[in-house]
T-cell receptor, first 115, second 112 residues
Framework: DTAVSQTPKYLVTQMGNDKSIKCEQN?????MYWYKQDSKKFLKIMFS???????INETVPNRFSPKSPDKAHLNLHINSLELGDSAVYFC??????????????FGPGTRLTVL | RKEVEQDPGPFNVPEGATVAFNCTYS??????FFWYRQDCRKEPKLLMS???SGNEDGRFTAQLNRASQYISLLIRDSKLSDSATYLC?????????????FGTGTRLKVLA
């Protein structure tokens, strides 16, 4: 049973295209996240949702739009892809957003390559 | 100053050695602390939480010093399988919400 799953695992696309990444968690967690890990391996928060409500929106270009249809799903749509968007995108979930010791569980990642 | 800072390494150590990593954080309102492990081309996974009194899990010992705002991880009797990147993670209140902030990671290579 996969706790946090993402699709697709690999995504290779041309500049200017629009693509989506999907994430699902079966842990019953309230909070879900999108992280970007660049070539220098730095893991940076992009968005966080708590029970379908956006609570963290870091300085991410408007081309990135998250959507949470229910608290078990958090999708990421990217418009007009650019070379600099090439990275590994991780979805994660935790019981709560913080304030106590909540473990984050990560999906396997989506490796996006923009040509 | 970065919110969470770690020495990127790599730390190259022989099997059986003891190795220690440190991590400093800038937000004094941070409330929970963790070490995550990330293997090459894999997702991060929780190694251990770090509690105020310090805690141990087998060969791994974590310490927290709130006054100096740093966290440490000690690995005793290193195994080849310990080779990975170790991420320091801090959760605290910032800009109106709780956030998990990741360090850049410390890369460990255990050599045969």
């Amino acid at each position: 049973d996969t706790a946090v799953s993402q699709t697709p695992k690999y995504l290779v696309t041309q500049m200017g295209n629009d693509k989506s990444i999907k994430c699902e968690q079966n842990l019953g967690h309230d909070t879900m996240y999108w992280y970007k890990q660049d070539s220098k391996k730095f893991l940076k928060i992009m968005f966080s949702y708590n029970n379908k409500e956006l609570i963290i929106n870091e300085t991410v270009p408007n081309r990135f739009s998250p959507k949470s249809p229910d608290k078990a799903h958090l999708n990421l749509h990217i418009n007009s892809l650019e070379l600099g968007d090439s990275a590994v995108y991780f979805c994660a979930s935790s019981q709560k957003g913080g304030g106590t010791y909540n473990e984050q569980f990560f999906g396997p990642g989506t490796r996006l390559t923009v040509l | 100053r970065k919110e969470v800072e770690q020495d990127p390494g790599p730390f190259n150590v022989p099997e059986g050695a003891t190795v220690a990593f440190n991590c400093t954080y800038s937000n004094s309102a941070s409330q929970s602390f963790f070490w995550y492990r990330q293997d090459c081309r894999k997702e991060p996974k929780l190694l251990m939480s770090v509690y105020s009194s310090g805690n141990e899990d087998g060969r791994f010992t974590a310490q927290l010093n709130r006054a100096s705002q740093y966290i440490s991880l000690l690995i005793r009797d290193s195994k080849l399988s310990d080779s990975a990147t170790y991420l320091c993670v801090v959760n605290g209140w910032a800009s109106g919400t709780y956030k998990y902030i990741f360090g850049t990671g410390t890369r460990l290579k255990v050599l045969a």
